[in-house]
């Protein structure tokens, strides 16, 4: 059974820095490393947006709003996603999601006060 298990969220101040992980087990690195995957974010009252998107090859693609502070990365020995987000923002707050193929984690609350 395929598992994806966000870690690394938390509370922490605008200019600040977090390091999301994505750990996904219930499968072996051979088929996580030929898919993309994603973070996702969802704030109170608004919609899923992607934030970042990585590619097996490792093409990453980034929000506007993000470009510049957030890094997405992978280790695909490991089937292990990261989320670099740097200068984090108040707008940044939601909770953070990580997607492979058609599975999600439960996510990891990013809270970033002023």
């Known amino acids: 059974q395929v598992r994806l298990v966000e870690s690394g969220g938390g509370l922490v101040q605008a200019g600040g820095s977090l390091r999301l992980s994505c750990a996904v087990s219930?499968?072996?690195?051979?088929?996580?490393?030929?898919?993309?995957m994603g973070w996702y974010r969802q704030a109170p009252g608004k919609q899923r947006e992607l934030v970042a998107a990585?590619?097996?090859?490792?093409?990453?693609d980034y929000a506007d709003s993000v470009k510049g502070r957030f890094t997405i990365s992978r280790v695909n020995v490991m089937n292990t996603l990261y989320l670099q987000m740097n200068t984090l923002q108040p707008e940044d707050t939601a909770l953070y999601y990580c997607?492979?193929?058609?599975?999600w984690g439960q996510g990891t609350q990013v809270t970033v006060s002023s």
């Open positions: 997607m492979w193929r058609t599975y």
């Open positions: 219930g499968t072996i690195s051979s088929i996580f490393s030929v898919n993309a």
């Open positions: 990585i590619t097996s090859t490792g093409t990453t």
